[in-house]
């Protein structure tokens, strides 16, 4: 009889709520972002982390990875994570997500900001950047330089090599196309000719 009842009432509507044994398990207080709250001794609801401790996956170390330099505090040649398809697929978003808007699609420095505020920005494929350590670019995305901001918060370590990766990659791919043009001053200056009197005595 009991069954019966019960598979009557199964999937019925009712208008009074549900009985919860417990419910502070159930609905608990919530805070928004920079909200503040009168239970911490400095008012705040947004909680540091507690000191001594390391958040699951942020162990870090003074290496090649999270700086970009060796034990000797010289910027590192070479990207220090394997690059593959999956790597330079994430390099070539994140690149059009925070670097294309200043230095366009191909690096030439001619993005929406140079278009419209004409806001002066280095191209990729300088002599300066092509011949700069892969390092020493991490550190310039990382900390900042000039009128560029720093990234440190907005773009995580691996994406920043993800990036620096596809940065290496479009500037192969325009060596290979452009010859490496002549200087101007070959270009300009005619090569010397021997004087009438050249050789004589």
């Known amino acids: 009889m009991l069954g019966g009842v019960l598979g009557c009432a199964r999937g019925s509507t009712s208008s009074s709520p549900p009985i919860h044994p417990n419910p502070n398990m159930y609905q608990q207080p919530r805070y928004d972002a920079q ?50 398809d999956a790597v330079k697929e994430r390099g070539a978003r994140r690149f059009a997500i925070y670097c294309a808007a200043c230095h366009d699609a191909h690096g030439d420095g001619k993005g929406i900001l140079f278009e419209r505020g004409k806001i002066p920005t280095p191209t990729f494929h ?7 350590a892969v390092g020493q670019i991490f550190d310039t995305i990382t900390n900042g330089t000039g009128l560029m901001p720093s990234y440190k918060y907005p773009i995580p370590v691996a994406d920043r090599w993800a990036i620096i990766a596809h940065l290496r990659l479009i500037q192969a791919e325009r060596a290979a196309r452009s010859p490496v043009p002549a200087s101007p001053a070959s270009a300009v200056t005619p090569a010397a000719t021997p004087s009438p009197a050249a050789g004589k005595s």
């Open 35 to 84: 909200s503040s709250s009168e239970f911490f001794y400095d008012g705040a609801e947004m909680r540091p982390p507690v000191p001594g401790t390391v958040a699951r996956g942020e162990l870090r170390d003074d290496g090649p990875y999270w700086t970009g330099k060796d034990a000797a505090g010289a910027f590192v040649t070479a990207i220090p994570v394997t690059i593959d």
């Open 126 to 132: 300088s002599d300066r950047l092509r011949q700069m």
